[in-house]
T-cell receptor, first 112, second 116 residues
Framework: DSGVTQTPKHLITATGQRVTLRCSPRSGDLSVYWYQQSLDQGLQFLIQYYNGEERAKGNILERFSAQQFPDLHSELNLSSLELGDSALYFC???????????FGEGSRLTVL | DQQVKQNSPSLSVQEGRISILNCDYTNSMFDYFLWYKKYPAEGPTFLISISSIKDKNEDGRFTVFLNKSAKHLSLHIVPSQPGDSAVYFCAASSRAGGTSYGKLTFGQGTILTVHP
């Protein structure tokens, strides 16, 4: 158990819909990261928040957005969903800005 | 453009022997390298890391070697155990431009199977 909690574990929805994935970081961790793992792209960095502020951005689509709240939990919002958005979405956290991340179990999104 | 490559999709090793997993990178700005292990239905778990100022880092049965001139790193597991069977991901990061080390670029992974 990494201490990072992600909900929901599984989500099935239709094209065009919007979903929200939630992440609670390890106690005390200020950084939250979102990664997407798809079959053809592997693990891809999406975005990082540090203590409520966006810190780094990867190839995150404009249809996707994220935020980190004062209690340090984070949400990833995916809108106008397409079939290609089907993937495993991982949240990770760390104390500072090191690469030693603690990953949650992931949220598996299936878009039909 | 795959900046971190793990060219071996799978590796099979006998228990007690050495497992060597390889990783190549192309981006010379990378200065921090990590290995993660992943079991099915779980998130990746951090194993070991190495900074570009070193060429070797050891932690118990795990040793990571970095060859900067060849842009190559490897993970050695000695001795290998059946519980080591998992997918191993190589990852790289850079602080260039003030970015975070948590912005990792991952390889595609190598499935390690350790036979009893």
């Amino acid at each position: 158990d990494s201490g990072v909690t992600q909900t929901p574990k599984h989500l099935i929805t239709a094209t065009g819909q919007r979903v929200t994935l939630r992440c609670s970081p390890r106690s005390g961790d200020l950084s939250v990261y979102w990664y997407q793992q798809s079959l053809d792209q592997g693990l891809q960095f999406l975005i990082q928040y540090y203590n409520g502020e966006e810190r780094a951005k990867g190839n995150i689509l404009e249809r996707f957005s994220a935020q980190q709240f004062p209690d340090l939990h984070s949400e990833l919002n995916l809108s106008s969903l397409e079939l290609g958005d089907s993937a495993l979405y991982f949240c990770a956290s760390s104390v500072g800005i090191t690469g030693e991340l603690f990953f949650g179990e992931g949220s598996r999104l299936t878009v039909l | 453009d795959q900046q971190v490559k793990q060219n071996s999709p799978s590796l099979s090793v006998q228990e007690g022997r050495i497992s060597i997993l390889n990783c190549d990178y192309t981006n010379s700005m990378f200065d921090y390298f990590l290995w993660y292990k992943k079991y099915p239905a779980e998130g990746p778990t951090f194993l070991i890391s190495i900074s570009s100022i070193k060429d070797k880092n050891e932690d118990g049965r795990f040793t990571v070697f970095l060859n900067k001139s060849a842009k190559h790193l490897s993970l050695h597991i000695v001795p290998s155990q059946p519980g080591d069977s998992a997918v191993y991901f190589c990852a790289a990061s850079s602080r260039a431009g003030g970015t975070s080390y948590g912005k990792l670029t991952f390889g595609q992974g190598t499935i390690l199977t350790v036979h009893p």
